[in-house]
């Protein structure tokens, strides 16, 4: 909004210097020349004042040129009435039926809602380009639909560090016994909820059993937000086993509209009026994933020292270890590009120490 004061105050005073000086809108722009009288009424006073007033002139012109850069390098949105939902909008290759207008109403209810939340849109595109090609990569290798990845984005953002005000943690957002159930192990010294890999691979094996006992993934993924418990009970008291005619808690309604509207969006972000340039994306994530086995804790300081790395840096890439050590037991620790061999030197000349004492 400053910007654009600022813009008109120039604009006006740059409209009155081109009508004075004729100055055309395709050339460079025409120094004004001062013709100044050699008469004894024109002093070295004065013509200080008109070089320092042709100078000014000068500056405000280059100050407007750079402001009007700035304004058309802004994308600035349409209104949310511009944006329409798709005539038909599939998820998992099965139909949302939006021809029913009840079902279109509660879509275009997220819609409206996710369009208007405009900051979170940009943040899923940044950490989309950080999360989704390995969430891809294991969609793909187990044969399940690359849509999926939409769930997690429901689920917590992306957000590595989502912790829910029931208890549910990680980007997948595991509560702790469906957690353990799919192999993530949680007491005070690990959390493996928060292990990136780990609770990927858990959602994906625990999304595709969903699937094998519903028949559905609209129905599937109601199950992931509700537990099959309460979906085996609402499909037996209801008689029908379509999601969008279920009565459900109203987390669980909404649900599979959000992770459709995820995928609208996010499918083609430009056509919504979300734009960012590949720069402003956040980095690929990229580990090397080592697996340990310690006999005693592993202080995380010696390892970030080892490594060269900072005890930030270790400690985020390895949200399920939230102590200051690394405890006994098998474990994998995820390191920084390039410093596995660095990390192999040090933990063997550990163990070997640790083994003469």
């Known amino acids: 909004m400053k910007i654009l004061k600022r813009f008109a105050i120039f604009f006006t005073i740059f ?27 024109y002093n070295d006073l004065s013509v200080e004042r008109l070089k320092a007033l042709e100078q000014s002139i ?14 058309r390098n802004i994308h600035a949105r349409p209104p949310l009435t511009t944006y329409k939902l798709p005539q038909e909008v599939t998820l998992c290759d099965e139909r949302v039926p939006i021809e029913d207008r009840n079902v279109w109403e509660n879509l ?3 819609f409206l809602v996710t369009l208007e939340s405009e900051a979170q849109v940009l943040l899923w595109m940044k950490r989309a380009r950080r999360y989704f090609p390995y969430i891809e990569k294991r969609l793909k290798e187990m044969g399940l639909p690359d849509d999926l990845k939409y769930l997690a984005i429901t689920e917590s953002s992306l957000r590595p560090s989502a ?3 029931t208890g549910a943690s990680g980007i997948w957002q595991f509560i702790p016994s469906t957690g353990e159930k799919y192999g993530m192990r949680r007491n005070r010294t690990i959390d493996e909820r928060f292990d990136f890999f780990k609770a990927t691979e858990g959602a994906l094996v625990y999304l595709k059993s969903l699937y094998e006992e519903f028949k559905g993934w609209a129905l599937s993924m109601a199950a992931y937000n509700a537990g099959e418990n309460r979906i085996r ?3 037996e008291l209801q008689n029908t086993k379509n999601y969008f005619y279920l009565d459900l808690p109203i987390e669980t309604e909404r649900y599979v509209y959000k992770i459709a509207v995820a995928k609208i969006i996010l499918s083609d972000p430009e056509r919504f009026g979300f734009h960012l340039e590949g720069d402003e994306l956040y980095d690929p ?7 340990i086995e310690l006999t005693r804790p592993l202080p995380i300081m010696e390892v970030a020292r080892a490594i060269g790395s900072y005890y930030k840096e270790v400690k985020e890439m390895n949200l399920h270890l939230p102590e200051e050590t690394i405890p006994a037991g098998i474990h994998f620790l995820n390191l920084p590009p390039g410093t596995s061999d660095r990390f192999w030197t040090f933990f063997s000349t550990w163990k070997k120490e640790l083994g003469g004492k």
């Open 108 to 110: 275009d209810r997220e």
């Open 285 to 291: 994530l990229q580990v090397e994933r080592v697996q």
């Open 233 to 235: 009970k609402e499909i």
């Open 58 to 71: 000068s500056d405000l012109r280059s100050e407007v040129a750079e402001l009007g850069d700035r304004l």
């Open 163 to 165: 912790v829910s005000s």
């Open 15 to 41: 409209l009155l210097i081109g009508i004075a000086t004729n100055r055309s809108a395709n050339s460079e722009p025409e120094k004004i020349v001062v013709q100044v009288e050699s008469s004894e009424k």
